[in-house]
Nanobody, 125 residues
Framework: QVQLVESGGGLVQAGGSLRLSCACS????????MGWFRQAPGKEREFVVA???????YYSDSVKGRFTISRDSAKNTVYLQMNSLKPEDTAVYYC???????????????????WGQGTQVTVSS
């Protein structure tokens, strides 16, 4: 049984920073691509960033240069460092796992097989 548990969300002022964590249970963590998505009220879930098991990282244009994904295989944990936060970054953030590594698949919600419960990030102006 695979479980993903996010933490680290909260309320921050515009320009501030937060670091999200996603702890993954189960073995073979290092053999999967881990991604972060977000969903704002009334909007569809959107791709933010993913780091593949073959070492490639892909960012959406909206967060490139501000967000950084990293993974610690010893702790089975993936992190999302978010800097220079903007009010439009406000959303529930989800981590997810997929066996795919190509950019097209990484952006598709349907290509991820396990999801966390989400953590709220609110950026005030």
């Amino acid at each position: 049984q695979v479980q993903l548990v996010e933490s680290g969300g909260g309320l921050v002022q515009a320009g501030g920073s937060l670091r999200l964590s996603c702890a993954c249970s189960g073995r073979t963590f290092s053999s999967y691509t881990m991604g972060w998505f977000r969903q704002a009220p009334g909007k569809e879930r959107e791709f933010v960033v993913a780091t593949s098991w073959i070492g490639r990282t892909y960012y959406s244009d909206s967060v490139k240069g501000r967000f950084t994904i990293s993974r610690d295989s010893a702790k089975n944990t993936v992190y999302l460092q978010m800097n220079s936060l903007k009010p439009e970054d406000t959303a529930v953030y989800y981590c997810a796992r997929t066996r795919y590594s190509d950019y097209a698949a990484l952006q598709r919600v349907t290509d991820y097989d396990y999801w966390g419960q989400g953590t709220q990030v609110t950026v005030s102006s």
